[in-house]
């Protein structure tokens, strides 16, 4: 097994130094930080932290525990009032998303503030909402706030883009002058941000759940772009393009930005002194790459990374250490593409010459090789060898080339140091993204 060490690089945020996480090339691939049967957070790796990191994360977990509490608390006053003691099933759905007929007319209109009365319904005490839901209509008293496992699971969430969708309706509900419950529509806003800024992990980044949920929801998460997308709403708001949040709320979002960035830059995995790319999850206290479910296993994620390099061209003035970051991801997605090869959320992978270039879900750290799993976790490297994982998940992603062609103009104002910028066209290609089955 390979042995994991660390590069230091201070977060600047009052507490323990993060790290990018290093590999020796000659490994297949590096020991996570935590053994895979020991919680991310347990006590005993929080209590092995230095005092200052300590102080942070132990905070933090009490801000989880209030939080949940919380949560659950109000279900408990809703079912006694009712006389019941289970929840009542929510109804599933794909999930809540701004669709382009949501215009300011028609937020203002009667089924527009239809839809902001039974939106509200269904934020949840701690101010976040959750997945795969049917917010179409109220949620009536003693009904679940979700519909995964027993109705607490993925409460709330950030997965699948929730919570951020509906943040980002009510901004745009507020802008369009359409309030539809009064001061309730802009404190549901405010909640929603404020759930969001108390969600942020002391390293920077963000789980995909939160109150905690355990396991890889623990980790900081980078898959279907979690992070990415918080932190890019988040910016609108301490920029003052969504919903025209209080002063001292901008602030507090411009803070969480800069420590997400700190973050992102720290969570750049680096193979013999050279970064790369970002896994999926990665240890919410060393920071190192580790596994999610049975088939994502530990490795460099092309779709999740291509992302993380457009929010970190995105920020107005990238010091010496993103600009770094950008110019190495970038090269590594030079290197890695793959020619000769069509893929299709539906129909699959298939041998094509002439193709556009596409990019591995997951490559090996070390070796960049495309890795693939079925559910029994057995890492393979022919998409071919798949079964119970060949459909349902993105193996393959496009999203690089448009990162790429944002770095060749990026690049222009911003040359690595020493060298010109690189001017080799990148293909245009159709974007092919379709969400996992979650």
């Known amino acids: 097994m390979a042995r994991l060490r660390t590069a230091s690089l201070t977060l600047g945020l009052g ?14 691939a590096p020991r996570p930080a935590a053994d895979a049967s020991t919680p991310l957070l347990a006590p005993a790796r929080i209590a092995a932290l230095p005092a200052d990191a300590r102080a942070a994360w132990e905070a933090y977990l009490a801000t989880s525990r209030a939080q949940r509490e919380l949560d659950r608390e109000a279900m408990r006053r809703e079912l006694a009032a009712l006389g019941r003691e289970r929840m009542a099933p929510a109804s599933k759905h794909a999930g809540f998303r701004m669709q382009k007929t949501m215009t300011a007319e028609w937020l203002r209109s009667d089924a527009g503030r239809a ?67 009064g001061d309730a529509e802009r404190a549901a806003f405010e909640r929603g941000v404020a759930y969001l800024l108390r969600s942020q992990l002391p390293s920077g980044c963000f789980p995909q759940v939160f109150p905690l949920q355990g396991s890889y929801h623990d980790a900081a998460t ?19 393009r969504l919903g025209a949040a ?54 460099l994620a ?14 107005p003035e990238p010091d010496a250490r993103v600009q770094a970051a950008v110019h190495a991801a970038a090269a590594w997605f030079r290197k890695t593409a793959l020619q000769g090869l069509r893929y299709d959320y539906q129909t699959g ?21 495309a890795i693939f799993s079925n559910r029994d976790g057995v890492k393979l490297y ?8 060949r459909s349902g998940y993105a193996w393959y992603s496009y999203e690089p080339a448009s990162a790429l062609r944002r770095y060749e103009r990026w690049a222009r104002t911003h040359p690595a140091p020493g060298t010109a910028p690189a001017a080799v066209p990148t293909p245009r290609v159709t974007k092919q993204q379709s969400p996992d089955a979650r």
């Open 15 to 28: 507490l323990a130094a993060c790290t990018a996480p290093r590999v020796d090339a000659q490994a297949p």
């Open 115 to 181: 839809q902001t009365r039974a939106l509200l319904t269904w934020q949840t005490p701690s101010g976040g909402w959750s997945k795969r839901l049917d917010m179409s209509a109220p949620r009536a008293p003693g009904t679940a706030f979700g519909t995964e496992g027993d109705g607490w699971s993925y409460v709330p969430t950030i997965d699948n883009d929730a919570t951020i969708e509906q943040v980002r309706y009510l901004g745009a509900a507020l802008a369009a002058g359409a309030p539809a419950a």
């Open 222 to 240: 980078f898959n279907d772009d979690a992070t990415a997308n918080v932190l890019t709403l988040l910016r609108d708001v301490a920029d003052g």
């Open 246 to 299: 209080p002063p001292e709320t901008r602030e507090r979002a411009a803070q969480a930005v800069a420590r997400g960035v700190e973050c992102i830059v720290a969570s750049q995995v680096v193979v013999d002194g050279v970064r790369t790319a970002w896994g999926q999850q990665h240890d919410p206290l060393t920071l190192a790459p580790i596994k999610a479910r049975s088939y994502e296993l530990v490795g």
């Open 302 to 315: 092309g779709k999740e990374s291509a992302n993380l390099l457009e929010f970190l061209m995105l920020q």
């Open 349 to 369: 992978l298939r041998a094509e010459a002439g193709a556009p270039p596409v990019w591995a879900r997951l490559a090996e750290i070390g070796t960049d090789r």
């Open 382 to 389: 022919d998409w071919n060898q798949l079964t119970d994982r």
